[in-house]
Nanobody, 115 residues
Framework: QVQLVESGGGLVRTGGSLRLSCVGS????????MSWYRQAPGKERDAVAH???????NYADSVKGRFTISRDNDKNTVYLQMNDLKPEDTAVYYC?????????WGQGTQVTVSS
């Protein structure tokens, strides 16, 4: 079965950095686009960044220039490098893959940015 396991969240001060990781299994990882989403308390889950199987990327306007998504297909892992973090980046971050007509999510990892 498809599994996505995130790690790397934590508490950081404004201007700090974190790197999130997501290991995927149960599907042909290298053939699928991978995404990061985030959900702040009381808000909807929003897309943060996408990386396609060929390596092309796109980002939400709010994180452009600060966040970088990358993937290591040999390790079945997608990363989100987050720099210059701001309090408004505080959220639970989720890894996502759309596979076989279903949307799969990891369990989420909490990122908290203190001012």
């Amino acid at each position: 079965q498809v599994q996505l396991v995130e790690s790397g969240g934590g508490l950081v001060r404004t201007g700090g950095s974190l790197r999130l990781s997501c290991v995927g299994s149960g599907f042909p990882f290298r053939q699928y686009a991978m995404s990061w989403y985030r959900q702040a308390p009381g808000k909807e889950r929003d897309a943060v960044a996408h990386i396609f199987y060929g390596g092309d990327t796109n980002y939400a306007d709010s994180v452009k220039g600060r966040f970088t998504i990358s993937r290591d297909n040999d390790k079945n892992t997608v990363y989100l490098q987050m720099n210059d973090l701001k309090p408004e980046d505080t959220a639970v971050y989720y890894c996502n893959v759309d596979y076989s007509a279903r949307r799969y999510w990891g369990q989420g990892t909490q990122v908290t940015v203190s001012s």
